[in-house]
């Protein structure tokens, strides 16, 4: 079956500017994760979705991340005023049982790598 | 907070070598994950421990979580070309925490 999908999966942006990343989870996965992930580092946490709503957002770094699921499914992570800073791949995962459970194997989308100019 | 750290950060082979990379956790963990970055790629999972001293295989890849549930390893016997990638740790117990990686280059 189709696996998680992120667009896009480049994207350049202007300092300043607003920009939404998408991800397309494994359809029936009620967890969803973001990521980012710089060059030579493992994945940071930034936000964990079981079902709807944000049951962990303690890795957003700043207020300029926020990140939606509105029905569950698909979710935005949208940015804020981006600053240079930002420019990493983000990437996004899913997962059939919610976080904790002995079965929450993480299936990682392909990434969107966004650069800040 | 919770880290994981990962050791060594590089680590070239002879094909043919074996390779092993050390997982490290600051605190106790419930379980320990191990995925695979192949070059430009994404993390692919590849196993899931959680039990103390338990030790799993799959082929040529023999994985351990350690007695006191604060480290774990993975082990390549005999590597090939096809193993080339960056191996993470990671937990997704209370945090969803990643180390930084082991790179595992092989010449042929």
């Known amino acids: 079956g189709a696996g998680v999908s992120q667009t896009p999966s480049n994207k350049v942006t202007e300092k300043g500017k607003y920009v939404e990343l998408r991800c397309d989870p494994i359809?029936?996965?009620?967890?969803l994760y973001w990521y980012r992930q710089s060059l030579g580092q493992g994945p940071e946490f930034l936000i964990y979705f079981q079902g709807t709503g944000a049951a962990d957002d303690s890795g957003l770094p700043n207020d300029r991340f926020f990140a939606v699921r509105p029905e569950g499914s698909v979710s935005t992570l949208k940015i804020q005023r981006t600053e240079r800073g930002d420019s990493a791949v983000y990437l996004c995962?899913?997962?059939?049982?919610?976080?904790?459970?002995?079965?929450?194997?993480?299936?990682f989308g392909p990434g969107t790598r966004l650069t800040v100019l | 907070g919770q880290q994981v750290m990962q050791i060594p950060q590089y680590q070239h082979v002879q094909e043919g070598e074996d390779f092993t990379t050390y997982c490290n956790s600051s605190t106790t963990l419930s379980n320990i994950q191990w995925y695979k970055q192949r070059p430009g790629g994404h993390p692919v999972f590849l196993i899931q421990l959680v039990k103390s001293g338990e030790v799993k295989k799959q082929k040529r890849l023999t994985f351990q979580f350690g007695e006191a549930k604060k480290n774990s390893s993975l082990h390549i016997t005999a590597t090939q070309t096809t193993d080339v990638g960056t191996y993470f740790c990671?937990?997704?117990?209370?945090?969803?925490?990643f180390g930084d990686g082991t790179t595992l280059t092989v010449k042929p």
């Open positions: 995962a899913s997962s059939l049982n919610p976080r904790g459970s002995l079965a929450d194997t993480q299936y």
């Open positions: 359809s029936g996965h009620t967890a």
């Open positions: 990671g937990t997704n117990a209370g945090k969803s925490t």
